[in-house]
């Protein structure tokens, strides 16, 4: 049992937790905190976290967190609809961005100093279409990477 002391503690600590996964939720390069952030907003039947998991559910590039969004607000009470997943590019002009950091690397370059370039110069899409992707992420960039560039 909790003694006074330590209920007062963890009420003036709900705050600090709220805004650290306010941060968390609205944090574009992890989507694996987003996701996070929404399964832990979800135990919170508050109006500033409902607000932030429909936030989620509606502005959310990865499926996987709109989807943990929507059961986090369904399992709420909240009357909501099963997001969609995203068809086509989830940012604009992906392919050419893709595309221009493979022909950046010398000639013979791996895949794997493709994927890392990827990942050091625009993690927020390396990070999103990983998330979106799941397990079949590495084939999709492999795809793209072995696809014949124009020159």
């Given at each position: 049992?909790?003694?006074?002391?330590n209920?007062e503690?963890?009420?003036?600590q709900?705050?600090?937790?709220f805004e650290?996964?306010?941060?968390?939720?609205?944090?574009?390069?992890?989507?694996?905190?987003?996701?996070?952030?929404?399964?832990e907003l979800?135990?919170?039947?508050?109006?500033?976290s409902?607000?932030?998991?429909q936030?989620a559910?509606?502005?959310?590039p990865?499926?996987?967190?709109r989807?943990?969004?929507?059961?986090?607000?369904?399992?709420?009470?909240?009357a909501?609809?099963?997001?969609?997943?995203?068809?086509?590019?989830?940012?604009?002009?992906t392919?050419?961005?893709?595309?221009?950091?493979?022909k950046?690397l010398?000639?013979?370059h791996?895949f794997?100093?493709f994927?890392?370039?990827?990942?050091?110069?625009?993690?927020?899409?390396y990070?999103?279409?990983?998330?979106?992707?799941?397990?079949e992420f590495?084939?999709?960039?492999?795809?793209i990477?072995?696809?014949p560039?124009?020159?």
């Amino acid at each position: 049992m909790l003694s006074n002391h330590n209920v007062e503690d963890v009420n003036e600590q709900q705050p600090d937790i709220f805004e650290e996964l306010k941060k968390a939720v609205n944090r574009k390069g992890s989507w694996r905190d987003r996701l996070n952030a929404v399964k832990e907003l979800g135990q919170m039947d508050t109006d500033p976290s409902i607000k932030l998991l429909q936030h989620a559910l509606s502005g959310d590039p990865v499926f996987q967190v709109r989807e943990a969004a929507y059961r986090s607000l369904k399992k709420l009470g909240e009357a909501v609809q099963m997001p969609a997943k995203t068809k086509g590019e989830l940012f604009k002009g992906t392919n050419k961005i893709l595309l221009r950091i493979k022909k950046s690397l010398p000639e013979g370059h791996t895949f794997e100093q493709f994927k890392e370039k990827l990942q050091k110069t625009r993690s927020d899409i390396y990070d999103t279409y990983e998330g979106d992707k799941g397990e079949e992420f590495d084939g999709w960039l492999k795809a793209i990477w072995e696809a014949p560039s124009r020159k």
